[in-house]
């Protein structure tokens, strides 16, 4: 997986380090007194985490992988913490049903692993976009990122699914 990664991570270098410094001045506005929406912490956090343990799975880089991981389950606390209900739902119950991937994905971490790694990740993957889906958010499809790179989001899917226009 590792080699085939040095092509993919050139080509996806723009839009890694727009995401970098997106999720830094996130970090910025939080230690300035703003209080992060469920939105915010999805958006900025959350997704960039998805897609760095991606990468991090892919170069077998277990290390990395391990932190982004850990970095997933700290937004999901700051989520209930920040964002206790959103319309009217316990963001707890809901973000509650990512906890046997992401304790799948540990297992495949720890045992450096990369094809349960890339089970686990599609698991978790599988979930954020059932989570989104029944949150009423159906439109927000998070996808595996596009080994060929594909935007600055390559994990999630912006078609309609309605079928050309």
């Known amino acids: 997986m590792a080699n085939n990664l040095t092509g993919l991570l050139r080509?996806?270098?723009?839009?890694?380090?727009?995401?970098?410094?997106?999720?830094?001045?996130?970090?910025?506005?939080?230690?300035?007194?703003?209080?992060?929406?469920?939105?915010?912490?999805?958006?900025?956090?959350?997704?960039?985490?998805?897609?760095?343990?991606?990468y991090a799975g892919h170069a077998d880089n277990w290390p990395l992988a391990a932190y982004e991981?850990?970095?997933?389950?700290?937004?999901?606390?700051?989520a209930?913490?920040?964002?206790?209900?959103?319309?009217?739902?316990?963001?707890?119950e809901?973000?509650?049903?990512?906890?046997p991937e992401l304790d799948e994905l540990d297992r495949a971490i720890e045992a450096q692993d990369p094809a349960k790694f890339d089970a686990a990740f599609h698991s978790l993957t599988e979930a954020c976009s059932a989570c989104h889906a029944a949150a009423g958010q159906p439109e927000i499809k998070i996808v595996d990122p596009a080994?060929?790179?594909?935007?600055?989001?390559p994990d999630q899917d912006f078609t309609s699914g309605r079928g050309p226009q």
Not at 94 to 99: F, P, Q, Y
């Open 11 to 54: 080509k996806s270098a723009v839009p890694l380090l727009a995401l970098g410094i997106a999720a830094g001045a996130a970090l910025i506005v939080i230690s300035k007194g703003y209080t992060p929406g469920l939105g915010d912490l999805m958006n900025r956090s959350m997704q960039v985490q998805h897609l760095k343990l991606w």
């Open 69 to 78: 991981l850990k970095k997933i389950k700290e937004t999901v606390e700051n």
């Open 80 to 92: 209930q913490s920040f964002s206790p209900e959103w319309q009217g739902r316990a963001v707890g």
């Open 94 to 99: 809901m973000v509650k049903s990512l906890d």
């Open 147 to 153: 080994p060929q790179g594909g935007g600055p989001f």
